[in-house]
């Protein structure tokens, strides 16, 4: 069963998975579309529907007059309107909801909505924002001893600046809900949100009605990687006003264009550091400040922001360590979630840090991260204390196993051999915390029913988004009960079934529901115990379980099987059904002195990436990554390589190719995937290997199979300094910088600067 596909295969290569879009609308169902800020910044002088309600098929223009609750859909800080009031933020903010019989005929309505506007500056950049004190909130710090001290123990100072660009989400399933009202004026939401929970509470907040009046339903996602985790709420919020307003059902699936203008991305980051290295390249101190572009509002930027501290060390034992994080406020559309959390922008940085110290010193950069690389007890900047830390195993590994010694003097053969083309490598060890770091957000709950002739439904809060968690839900459940995979259902994820859920994210909804469900499940178990010992002769200390559909005593397979044990039990009128909670124990973080223990574990891993760049256009071929990665125990080999592949696939976008870009007056240009480049199959590396590191696994994790969802994306990191290297390797005079992605642009540039 560790090799059981992800269960929506056939589904989605048939077409036949639905998604918000593919849903069987209601009679009398209406289309919805938002008419959003033309500038990103400005007060709303006037504003005028008329000629756009008089289109034939336009059935009402919402805006925030219309809202019974309040006008606020903020999670973390309550500073974000559903719909501008009179002043506008940044372009593409909702202002008001086209509600008509089809979506042209909104379309057409649309462009009939007249407005007048007071154009006022607008801020778009980091510095910027700074320099004008303009922030979501108060800056947040870490500290691990004097950094002042570990500066003067340091023979080698360096400083230096970096920047890393956002990232679009990309999902290919745009934002997406479809509210049908109910009697009594309860309402039904369909979101393709990764937190039903958050659309619940939002939904309630806005509309003035208790949380049990509204049923979030998600089915599954067509992929989120954080962009769903806030902001799926508002476009979900909007279809439940404009249904409870009408009585009528109401859906809103945005076009890719408006999805890319209106939504925020990956948050962009410009650092500057200061590390200091002893003569045994120890870091002995390092300092950061972080500026992170937050955009118009919070959204979810301060969580974003802590785990950005939280990741600055990346996979090294810092003695002396000082870092501050400023979320800054500009006119862009709010910056949110991406796989990694604000991880990967922190890790960045120090492999920058490192990069320029290996390069002023003219050693390889692997000499400083293997001197560095974090040991069994030593302390985070958080105050955790690394436990069963496996870093120095994965790097070790990759030099074994992918022959690094060899490699490199490949390289420098190839390299003395070749003047238009020259290759470069680069190590990237991973070490990535998981849980929310946010600890009241670690649980989860899992409901179990077991139906009298056997067959089993499950749900939990974790939302399906391509990642396969229901597989592995299902793979739980089946294997507890030694049944065929065939006789567990998952079933879609619902408020009315499982209540308060955290969002799925972080790494964490495995674990967590995975962990609720076996909890559940052993719960069964004991009532079903009762039943069997009225049937087979056994006692206290036999141990029962269930295999291939019987009941096994102490291993061994008896005559009573799955069906009959179950119809026993319904006779005797036994409970059948579960409901479980699990909390993440031990974690726990005090932010008043900003240490803790916030992680339940850690994921560790390092990739070798080797390129080759044309030195004469500037392009370059990713000839393979190489990875040994800590699955823990993987349950499902599959499933976790999937993830694995796909994470650094990501991160080699955002680190190579992905170039957000607005102009000055806040215009998003590239909107379109004609201005906006992702990877494609031309553009993965040529070779991907990844090799389980053998390990005991952890107790924390489900099954002991470690969280794999946004670790591997911070290999894609590696890429950005392999890169770099082969640059070096042309022109000596590279000055390195630190400016993500590596486009072919910069390459060039680099390539050919003060080239000689
Ligand atoms: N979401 C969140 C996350 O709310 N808290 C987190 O710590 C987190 N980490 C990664 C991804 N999403
Ligand atoms: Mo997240 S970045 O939704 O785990």
Redesign the pocket.
Known sequence: MSSMKNKDSIGHVRGESIFVDDINLREGTLHALVFDAPIAHGIIKKIDYTEAKSVKGVIKILDYKDIPGKNQIGGIIPDETLFAENEVHFMGQPIALIIAETLAIAKKARQLIKIDLEEMPAVTSTKEAFEKASFINAPRTFTLNDTSKGFEESVYIFTGETFTNGQEHLYLETQASYTIPLENGNLKIFSST?GPTSVQATAARVLNIPMHKIEVEVNRLGG???GK?DQATPWAVMTALAAQILNKPVKMVLERHDDMRMTGKRHPYESSFKIGLDKNLKIKAYEVDFYQNSGAAADLSPAIAERTLFHATNSYYVKSAKFTVYSCKTNLPPNT?????GGPQGMFVIEAAIAKAAKELNIPVRKIQEANLLQENDEFPYGQIAKQVEISNTWHQVKETYDLAKKEKELTLFNSKNQNYKKGISLMPITFGISFTNTPMNHARALIHVYHDGSIGVSTGAVEMGQSVNTKMLQIAAQFFGLNESKVKIETTNTTRIANMS?S???ATADLNGKALLKACNQIKERLIKVVAEKLPINGSDDINFQNNFVLVNGKRTSLAWEDLIKSAFIKRISLSEHAHYATPKIHFDKAIEKGHPFAYHVYGTALTTVTVDCIRGTYEIDSVEIVHDFGKSMNKGIDMGQVEGGLVQGIGWMTMEEISYDEQGRLLSNSLSGYKVPDIFSVPKEIKVEALETKGVDMAILKSKAV??PPLMYGIGTYFAIQNAITAFNPNYSLAFDAPMTPEKVLMGLYENYS
């Open positions: 990764q989120a990687f954080g985790e979630a991406f796989r990694g959390f969002p994210a972080a790494s969802g946004e």
